[in-house]
């Protein structure tokens, strides 16, 4: 790889890298920020009940986290939002539709094509034959093209909505 293209992936690696931790130092300086608002706008009230502005703080402080993991977990396990999120961006991006990934290039080359190989020399029924016939020449067809082939009647992300 070029010194050029060693930057670019260098720096959008780094940029990758910088939006992420800006959506986590957002979440935690936003329940910060709550916390200490509401502790001064809360404070006087707990007092009368009692409790000091670091209890108010302490209290805060946990119904936010509890607010941001109790999300979390709403939005992972219950409504799981992350599959919707990860079918519409694959959805709406075609390199991640039919294209084949570097990775998937070498599996198929490395991985699942010799061991297809193997089961045909080693398979003596004639239905099976045929199967892994069309199957190898399709797989060798995708890596000729780089592409996926999808087949109409085959499910994909677009029969799943």
Known sequence: MRHAERAKV???TW??????????????????????????????????LGLGYLSTLTILVVVAA???LGL???LDRVAKFWKAQALVGTTR?????????????LTLTNQHLPVMRALQAINRDPRVAE???RA???LEETLRNKRWTIRPGEETYEDSR
Not at 20 to 45: C, D, E, K, R, Y
Not at 93 to 105: A, I, S, T
């Open 72 to 74: 979390g977990f709403f």
């Open 136 to 138: 190898i020449a399709r």
């Open 93 to 105: 991006n075609p390199f991640l539709y039919d294209r084949l990934y570097q990775k998937e290039l």
């Open 10 to 12: 260098r720096a959008a």
């Open 131 to 133: 199967e892994l016939d």
């Open 15 to 48: 940029l990758y890298r910088w939006s992420l931790a800006q959506g986590m130092v957002g979440v935690i300086f936003s329940a910060l920020t709550f916390a200490g608002v509401f502790t001064i706008l809360l404070g006087p009230v707990f007092e009368q």
């Open 66 to 68: 509890s607010l941001v």
